[in-house]
């Protein structure tokens, strides 16, 4: 399985809601991470957990919360969002550094299509 | 610190034209290059990668890219473009890993459009 998968695919959530993304990969990759990609634009990294625990936090604002529950699962726990934070929301995974330099490619999820009204 | 510069947002060839998306890279280090493709609504696919094996590196698609080290670049090309290959095109590089992960920092992105 070379699949990582995410859900839900869209969300539309107000500004007070409180919402969870959700991301898994089967392929035993040890590090994962979370994007925030707005319209023609490269992927911005937000977190990133190696080995399960959270190894870089690109200054994300605390109404991101992400988790790693166990080295399939990694999710992204969203709170009084704000407008501005509506995007495409990509979960990726990768070996990690233990793989060897010519295992470090990511392999995405399809994303999440965030919409803050 | 790395960085990637992608020349051209926008490219715009006919179906069975030559594709060419331009990618140079700068590196303090003997540098992991990538190239991904997205497509509307979709998340990034990677289409071929550089790991120092050799220098023309042949990914899906029938997409190849060479690594010239002396010109800093990492080209894509495809000899005869299909409608299907109209989307975004990413290029990467990552430095060797922080944290026990590869970061790679991508270029801005260019829409490949592909013409009738």
């Known amino acids: 399985d070379t699949e990582v998968t995410q859900t839900p695919k869209h969300l539309v959530m107000g500004m007070t809601n409180k919402k969870s993304l959700k991301c898994e990969q089967h392929?035993?990759?040890?590090?994962m991470y979370w994007y925030k990609q707005k319209a023609k634009k490269p992927p911005e990294l937000m977190f990133v957990?190696?080995?399960?625990?959270?190894?870089i936090n690109e200054s994300v604002p605390s109404r991101f919360s992400p988790e790693c529950p166990n080295s399939s699962l990694l999710n992204l726990h969203l709170h009084a969002l704000q407008p501005e934070d509506s995007a495409l929301y990509l979960c990726?995974?990768?070996?990690?550094?233990?793989?060897?330099?010519?295992?470090?490619?990511?392999?995405f999820g399809p994303g999440t299509r965030l919409t803050v009204l | 610190a790395q960085s990637v510069t992608q020349l051209g947002s926008h490219v715009s060839v006919s179906e069975g034209a030559l594709v060419l998306l331009r990618c140079n890279y700068s590196?303090?280090?003997?540098?992991?290059l990538f190239w991904y493709v997205q497509y509307p609504n979709q998340g990034l696919q990677l289409l071929l990668k550089y790991t120092s094996a050799a220098t023309l590196v042949k990914g899906i698609n029938g997409f190849e890219a060479e690594f010239k080290k002396s010109e800093t670049s990492f080209h894509l090309t495809k000899p005869s473009a299909h409608m299907s290959d109209a989307a975004e095109y990413f290029c990467a590089v990552s430095d060797p890993p922080a944290g026990g992960s590869y970061i790679p920092t991508f270029g801005r992105g260019t829409s490949l459009i592909v013409h009738p």
């Open positions: 990726a995974s990768s070996q990690g550094a233990s793989g060897g330099r010519s295992y470090n490619e990511q392999f």
């Open positions: 957990y190696s080995y399960e625990k959270l190894s």
């Open positions: 590196s303090s280090v003997p540098p992991y």
């Open positions: 392929m035993g990759h040890r590090a």
